[in-house]
């Protein structure tokens, strides 16, 4: 009896403890460096869409932007389409979510 129940625990604490560091499901977090193609500000100010040229691929990367400074910068001609940029962002399905967004040479 005492082993069945030693066996039932330690099968217990084995299955929680696998469950314990499965890890997470998250955004997957991607940086790009390349030129502004277009810059689309919403009526509102309150969040933008940007596209930037992949220079590694070529590939057009569509980024959703919602932080107040980089809305500032857009709103200042601060960065402007033509500029390069390094930006990190999380793809969340179909979006994805500016994490930063900066000139490559400063700003």
Same mark, same amino acid.
């Given at each position: 009896?005492?082993?069945?129940? =030693? #066996?039932?625990? !330690?099968?217990?604490? !084995?299955? %929680?403890? =696998?469950?314990? &560091?499965?890890?997470? %499901?998250? %955004? ?8 502004? =193609? @277009?810059? @689309? ?32 910068? &857009?709103?200042?001609? #601060? ?6 940029? #390094?930006?990190? &962002? ?7 979510? =500016?994490?930063? &967004?900066? @000139?490559?040479?400063?700003?």
């Amino acid at each position: 009896m005492k082993t069945d129940l =030693s #066996r039932i625990v !330690l099968v217990a604490l !084995l299955a %929680a403890s =696998s469950i314990a &560091f499965t890890p997470v %499901a998250s %955004a997957q977090a991607v940086t790009v460096v390349g030129p502004v =193609s @277009k810059i @689309k500000l919403a009526p509102d100010g309150k969040s933008a869409v940007a596209v930037l040229k992949d220079n590694k691929t070529g590939a057009s990367v569509s980024i959703d932007i919602s932080d107040d400074l980089t809305l500032d910068k &857009f709103k200042d001609k #601060r960065i402007v389409e033509g500029d390069e940029i #390094r930006a990190k &962002f999380e793809k969340e399905g179909a979006k994805n979510n =500016s994490k930063s &967004f900066k @000139k490559t040479a400063g700003c």
